[in-house]
């Protein structure tokens, strides 16, 4: 069955950083595309970042251009967020999602527990 385990969340500073990892099972990773969402406190589920099953085309919400960064390794059925730049905004518990398809534009049919990013001094 398809698995997707979210890991790396945790306390940050502002301005420090944070790596998120995804590891997946259960399906040929490498043909389909990934996100990452993320839900704040009192809040609807917030898309956040896509990558391609290529690897290649990325895609960012406007708030997290520049500071966070997706990426994905194929061999190890696994897809990252480096998190830069942390601000008190990107609290949240953040998601990884599985695409039905290659490109990210296909609906999400799986989804990950969480794990909590929070930001704080």
């Known amino acids: 069955q398809v698995q997707l385990v979210e890991s790396g969340g945790g306390l940050a500073q502002p301005g420090g950083s944070l790596r998120l990892s995804c590891a997946a099972s259960?399906?040929?990773?490498?043909?389909?595309?990934m996100s990452w969402a993320r839900q704040a406190p009192g809040k609807g589920l917030e898309w956040v970042s896509g990558i391609y099953s290529n690897g290649i085309n990325t895609y960012y919400i406007d708030s997290v251009k520049g500071r966070f960064t997706i990426s994905r390794d194929n061999a190890k059925n696994t897809v990252y967020l480096q998190m830069d730049s942390l601000e008190r905004g990107d609290t949240a518990l953040y998601y990884c999602?599985?695409?039905?398809?290659?490109?990210?534009?296909?609906?999400?049919?799986?989804w990950g527990q969480g794990t909590q990013v929070t930001v704080s001094s």
């Open positions: 259960g399906f040929t990773f490498s043909s389909y595309a």
């Open positions: 999602a599985k695409h039905n398809q290659f490109a990210i534009n296909g609906g999400n049919d799986y």
